[in-house]
């Protein structure tokens, strides 16, 4: 038997490294910091406090530290992964190996000092508590890199056949390195909502700290309100210019330090995908080839217009709450996005096959939901400035609301469709957030076909393609009805037919008689 087989099969209790006993108690001790922070300030203000005190104070988030190393064991055993944890609220975690889908390796700052790792096991659990994840908190890197390939390995449909005896071990099959970061791809960051989150954080702080120094009492704003000033005006696009390159900045380096030395490799020894990345905190994670079931592009608006776009994969039996660990290609060049979909999907054709509109009806669709709400604000302007007197430059910002929503009702129109390429369904919607998504057939396990009352009058319909991957569905929006069950049908055969009814015939018309058993 193999090594590997060795430690998939390894029925002993075990524990955590033995340097998690550095690790634990100063985490515990940073998260008790304000408290500690807090205990001190009300020392000095009383007079001082006990040393006592402030002694037990540390103490207490030591020794919780030592107690979760000292309650946290695991085994592999009998095709299980099992947790152990707890003192007083104990937690008995355990899975079954081929129900693993994803193995992710992860390394803070401290972490990556001692050389330690975390081993976080996906088994696309339902459950949303952080309790309930399988997390080997504290391998050594080796063994959890040695532990992820096991992992991945057993869970697979056909495990490696053993060595016999004596034979020579067979040179391991290369890793193929599919993509590599390119520093460059950097400046499609200010174009994400990333930058924008991290400077609403930080304007929102320097906020408060001027407010708690008294910078906006001493800022009289009625006198740059009634009396502007080129003066005032420079100040309001300085201010703007400053925010935007503070946008800038914070996307570009939160970028860089979540995807430096970004890595995406495939390997035909486990069969997996292997993603690594990361500046002070490293991830690696990997996706089994098994559980790989399509790809999905994301293109929001900010992206597209500048060729962009990104990359995740449609992972079977991942929740909601872990698509961060599906990403496959951060924002990059729209072809090297489309180059790594290929890749992984074993043909370039669903990614660059032209797709099947979805009909007049579907547009009309489009830009009457767009159009709806504009036209009615434009239309109570209208009526306020004949009745409350006529101001032209009123209607100045209700037309421009119309003209953007009708923008955004054409590109919505051109963005529909779907077709069935090779083994793939494809589907293709959105504006602001345009998406593409290319799922495997053999991943769909129903069909769902939902109407509106408004979709049922224009004869269209929802075709969802439910999945145990990804967000458990992919949908083709107001697809003509034939088409749906055109495309379902040839999906999957056999699955949709039993539940289509078939067209009476018409008033008058005598029906078929059922053939009488001789």
Do not use: C
Not at 108 to 128: E, K, M, N, Q, Y
Not at 398 to 403: G, S
Not at 450 to 473: C, K, N, P
């Amino acid at each position: 038997m193999t090594e590997t087989s060795e430690l998939v099969q390894d029925a002993e209790w075990q524990r955590l490294d033995r340097r998690m006993l550095l690790v634990y108690p100063l985490r515990d001790l940073i998260r008790f910091l304000p408290v500690l922070i807090g205990l001190v300030i009300a020392g000095s203000a009383s007079g001082g406090v006990d040393v006592r005190w402030q002694l037990l104070g540390i103490g207490i988030p030591v020794t919780m530290g030592l107690l979760r190393y000292a309650t946290t064991s695991f085994r592999i055993s009998e095709g299980r992964v099992e947790l152990k944890r707890g003192l007083v609220d104990r937690h008995l975690l355990s899975t079954r190996i081929e129900r693993v889908r994803t193995v992710e390796l992860t390394a803070s700052p401290f972490h990556r000092v001692l050389g330690l790792t975390t081993v976080r096991i996906g088994t696309g659990t339902a459950s949303t508590n952080d309790e309930d994840a399988i997390d080997l908190d504290g391998l050594p890197a080796p063994r959890a890199r040695a532990l992820r390939e096991a992992l991945l390995r057993a869970s697979g449909p056909v495990g490696a056949p053993d060595r016999p005896e004596g034979a020579a071990a067979p040179a391991p099959p290369p890793v193929r390195v599919v993509l590599r970061l390119d520093p460059r791809w950097a400046r499609f960051a200010p174009l994400t909502s990333a930058g924008v989150v991290l400077a609403a954080g930080v304007i929102g702080v320097g906020s408060q700290i001027l407010d708690g120094l008294g910078a906006w009492d001493q800022l009289n704003v009625d006198v740059a309100v009634d009396e502007p000033s080129r003066e005032w005006l420079l100040v309001a696009l300085l201010l703007l210019a400053g925010v935007a390159v503070l946008v800038s900045a914070l996307a570009v380096a939160g970028y860089l330090m979540t995807n430096w030395d970004f890595t995406l490799s495939h390997s035909t020894a486990d069969h997996s995908w292997h993603l690594r990345r990361g500046l002070t905190t490293t991830r690696e994670t990997s996706l089994d080839d098994e559980r790989v079931s399509g790809v999905s592009i994301g293109e929001p608006l900010g992206l597209r217009l500048s060729g962009g776009g990104r990359l995740s994969a449609i992972v079977t039996g991942l929740d909601r709450k872990q698509q961060g660990s599906s990403v496959l290609v951060p924002p990059a060049p729209r072809e090297v996005v489309e180059g790594v979909a290929g890749e992984v999907l074993g043909s370039h054709a669903p990614v660059s096959a032209p797709l099947r509109p979805h009909g007049p009806r579907a547009r009309t669709r489009r830009w009457s939901r767009a159009l709806m709400v504009p036209l009615v604000i434009t239309v109570g302007v209208v009526v306020g400035e004949v009745f409350g007197g006529w101001t032209p430059w009123a209607l100045v910002p209700a037309l421009l609301l119309v003209a953007a929503a009708a923008a955004l009702a054409a590109d919505r129109a051109r963005s529909l469709g779907n077709a069935l390429v090779g083994r793939h369904f494809v589907v293709r919607s959105g504006s602001l957030f345009r998406q593409r998504e290319a799922l495997e057939t053999s991943a769909v396990i129903g069909w769902n076909l939902r109407s509106s009352w408004f979709q049922r009058r224009a004869g269209l319909t929802m075709l969802v393609a439910t999945t145990a991957g990804g967000s458990q569905a992919v949908t083709a929006i107001d697809v003509p009805e034939p088409d749906a069950l055109e495309v379902a049908t040839a999906a999957v055969p056999g699955l949709v037919e039993q539940f289509v009814v078939a067209t009476l015939p018409v008033a008058g018309t005598p029906r078929p008689r059922s053939p009488q058993p001789e």
